[in-house]
């Protein structure tokens, strides 16, 4: 099946700084979403973006689908955007209700 | 609306005992899924149905079994809790296929099998 990869794995930063995730897919797929949790296990849908940028407020993504990656901006940075971050994908070639997550991304945004 | 819920928040289990993750939504969503989180792996899907009476297998079934015998309720049953099912458990629901709608997730449960 489809493997999704997610880096880093975690990230440290200052508050007001810049940050970008990336999300890697070995297949081709018809969508991709980008998810937060929350520290307290939230999750909450930011983006749904199978192909091109999208940007809502200081939160921005990109999705080339022919190179098979995704991008999440974050601009200065609160600690509120603290939790894990995740990309989900559906492949093309599989069952139209089955969306498989990444590992995540865990980002910690200090004072 | 309450959107999704799920009860209970925590349970603690023995090696071998039933029970039921219930997960619930008010949105009229014919989506309904349900998730296992373990650290490291991000959310896997169990077991999904995209409608009353109608379920299908995940990625990781085994162990679990789902009916949806209404819109509203989906709930999770582990036949012989194991410690390896200790994880955290969500529930999501969808107006359209998950794969090209917004995913509403309920508060999880937290299990643990001792």
């Known amino acids: 099946g489809i493997q999704v990869e997610q880096s880093p794995p975690d990230l440290i930063l200052q508050e007001g700084a810049n940050s970008t995730l990336r999300c890697n897919f070995s297949?081709?797929?018809?969508?991709l979403q980008w998810f937060h949790q929350n520290p307290w296990g939230q999750l909450i849908n930011l983006f749904y973006?199978?192909?091109g940028t999208k940007q809502n407020g200081r939160l921005s993504a990109t999705t080339v689908a022919t190179e098979r990656y995704s991008l999440l901006y974050i601009s200065s940075s609160q600690t509120t955007d603290s939790g894990v971050y995740f990309c989900a994908v559906k492949a093309r070639k599989t069952s139209y209700d089955k969306v498989i997550f990444g590992p995540g991304t865990s980002l910690s945004v200090i004072p | 609306n309450a959107g999704v819920t799920q009860t209970p928040k925590f349970q603690v289990l023995k090696t071998g005992q039933s029970m039921t993750l219930q997960c619930a939504q008010d949105m009229n969503h014919e989506y309904m899924s349900w998730y296992r989180q373990d650290p490291g792996m991000g959310l896997r899907l169990i077991h999904y149905s995209v409608g009353a009476g109608i379920t299908d297998q995940g990625e990781v079934p085994n162990g679990y079994n789902v009916s949806r015998s209404t819109t509203e309720d989906f709930p999770l049953r582990l036949l012989s809790a194991a410690p390896s099912q200790t994880s955290v458990y969500f529930c999501?629901?969808?107006?359209?296929?998950?794969?090209?709608?917004?995913?509403?997730f309920g508060p999880g449960t937290r299990l643990t099998v001792l």
């Open positions: 999501a629901s969808s107006y359209l296929n998950p794969g090209t709608d917004t995913q509403y």
């Open positions: 297949d081709s797929v018809n969508n």
């Open positions: 973006i199978p192909s």
